[in-house]
């Protein structure tokens, strides 16, 4: 297993472990009950992580990953950030970069 990187939030670690499957590499969410030890230790260590059974395709992974984060969806406008001037998908609550809140 090869540890791919952390998501903020488990919606957005499922999303990117769906990408990943659905392009033929195995992927598994860890960490996913781990964001109550917040305090004890940094932050991103307690977000939920993407790992990949082959650390072979870690590559092509990471830019399937980056590709999603960028253009996240094709089914609506993208909404920016006000706080970190992130685009996030159509549909998000929060900003999956920074995990700010969108004003309805
Ligand atoms: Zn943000």
């Known amino acids: 297993m090869h540890r791919l990187r952390s998501a903020p939030d488990l919606l957005t670690a499922n999303l990117i472990c769906d990408l990943l499957r659905h392009a033929g590499i195995e992927a598994e969410v860890h960490n996913a009950n781990a964001q109550g030890g917040v305090g004890e230790i940094p932050v991103s260590e307690a977000w939920p992580q993407i790992w990949i059974a ?10 399937l990953v980056d590709e999603f984060e ?17 685009m996030s998908p159509q549909g998000f609550e929060f900003c999956w970069h920074c995990g700010a809140e969108f004003p309805e």
């Open 54 to 63: 082959d650390p072979g395709r870690a590559a092509e992974a990471a830019v």
């Open 70 to 86: 960028r253009r996240p969806a094709d089914s609506g406008p993208e909404r920016m950030c006000a706080a970190c001037n992130e």
